[in-house]
T-cell receptor, first 111, second 115 residues
Framework: GESVGLHLPTLSVQEGDNSIINCAYS??????FIWYKQESGKGPQFIID?????DKRQGQRVTVLLNKTVKHLSLQIAATQPGDSAVYFC??????????FGSGTRLQVQP | AAGVIQSPRHLIKEKRETATLKCYPI?????VYWYQQGPGQDPQFLIS???????DKGSIPDRFSAQQFSDYHSELNMSSLELGDSALYFC??????????????FGEGSRLTVL
């Protein structure tokens, strides 16, 4: 099966700094990866995705890096803002027709 | 834009009672997923449906059942409720994208509290 894990449960950064949230996955057959943001009491919101034929993808202030060799995924948030404070999950699709979520990392942005 | 609608948003039940959660997917999305999220936990996949047929099954207890109806809405039925069933239940929908799941669009969740 697939297990997905994050390295740090809580990340605290200063407003304006860059944030990096990491995620490890176990199944080398995983071929689609998504980062979700979840604010308190709300459903997960899509941030950015990447397929296994890519190693980097950029969005607005966010970048996802994929290292298939070590089965590692990271989310970089540039110029972190207070509104970025939330729990971030990586999710992995292994073709089961469902996403497997990793344990979330809580991002706290200090003003 | 239309989003995934879940009802009720909050539900309080006693142990051994039954609860039903409803999910209305985004229009033209034919695949529905149910996830359970305990306090401080990651969302756990329960079950999914494509075109009214069960497409995948995760860690759904035998006490739970679900179905997708002809209008694509889905219902999650939970019986013999236990204290441990207290959680946020999310429904997500997506258009069928072939092999991969693709992006899931989540509802705001239904919070079930079992007393």
């Amino acid at each position: 099966g697939e297990s997905v894990g994050l390295h740090l449960p809580t990340l605290s950064v200063q407003e304006g700094d860059n944030s990096i949230i990491n995620c490890a996955y176990s199944n080398s057959a995983s071929d689609y990866f998504i980062w979700y943001k979840q604010e308190s009491g709300k459903g997960p919101q899509f941030i950015i995705d990447i397929r296994s034929n890519m190693d980097k993808r950029q969005g607005q202030r966010v970048t996802v890096l994929l290292n298939k060799t070590v089965k590692h995924l990271s989310l970089q948030i540039a110029a972190t803002q207070p509104g970025d404070s939330a729990v971030y999950f990586c999710a992995v699709d292994t073709g089961r027709r469902a996403l497997t979520f990793g344990s979330g990392t809580r991002l706290q942005v200090q003003p | 834009a239309a989003g995934v609608i879940q009802s009720p948003r909050h539900l309080i039940k006693e142990k051994r009672e039954t609860a039903t959660l409803k999910c209305y997917p985004i229009p033209r999305h034919d695949t529905v997923y149910w996830y359970q999220q305990g306090p401080g936990q990651d969302p756990q996949f329960l079950i999914s449906f494509y075109e009214k047929m069960q497409s995948d099954k995760g860690s759904i207890p035998d006490r739970f059942s679900a179905q997708q109806f002809s209008d694509y809405h889905s219902e999650l039925n939970m019986s013999s409720l236990e204290l441990g069933d207290s959680a946020l239940y999310f429904c997500a929908s997506s258009p069928w994208t072939g092999r991969n799941t693709g992006e899931l669009f989540f509802g705001e969740g239904s919070r079930l509290t079992v007393l």
